[in-house]
Nanobody, 121 residues
Framework: QVQLVESGGGLVQTGGSLRLSCAASGSSFSFEYMGWYRQAPTRQRELVAA???????NYADSVKGRVTISRDNAKNTVDLQMNSLKPEDTAVYFC???????????????WGQGTQVTVSS
C-alpha cells in the first residue's frame, strides 16, 4: 500500500508564491507519473500539472508560466512551485500518482488527502 501526503498549502496574497510538496510512502513501487490536481468549490477537479517518470511535464493552460512541477525519484516526492498566484487559484490541491507495485504486479492510482490553497485579493 502506498500513501501520498501533501504539505505546503496556506493563505497567500495575490502575486505571492507557495510551494506544495507530496511525499509517497510505502515500499516496492515505482511511479509512472505524479501530478497535482485542484478542486474549487462547485467546480470539477482539474489537472494542474503532471510529470512522468522520464521527466516529461504537462501543465494546464491556466497555470503555464506560473507553475513548475518537479520530482525527486530517489525521495519519491513531487513538488509544485506556484508563483504569481491569483484568487482563481484558490482550491484544494490534491497529489496524484500512478504507481506500479512490484509485489502485486498491479498499477494503481493514488490520491493524497488534499491541501488548501487560498489566494486573497
Amino acid at each position: 500500500q502506498v500513501q501520498l501526503v501533501e504539505s505546503g498549502g496556506g493563505l497567500v496574497q495575490t502575486g505571492g508564491s507557495l510551494r506544495l510538496s507530496c511525499a509517497a510512502s510505502g515500499s516496492s513501487f515505482s511511479f509512472e507519473y505524479m501530478g497535482w490536481y485542484r478542486q474549487a468549490p462547485t467546480r470539477q477537479r482539474e489537472l494542474v500539472a503532471a510529470i512522468t517518470s522520464g521527466g516529461r511535464q504537462n501543465y494546464a493552460d491556466s497555470v503555464k508560466g506560473r507553475v513548475t512541477i518537479s520530482r525527486d525519484n530517489a525521495k519519491n516526492t513531487v513538488d509544485l512551485q506556484m508563483n504569481s498566484l491569483k484568487p482563481e487559484d484558490t482550491a484544494v490541491y490534491f497529489c496524484n500518482a500512478r504507481i506500479f507495485e512490484y509485489r502485486s504486479g498491479i498499477t494503481r492510482t493514488y490520491w493524497g488527502q488534499g491541501t488548501q490553497v487560498t489566494v486573497s485579493s
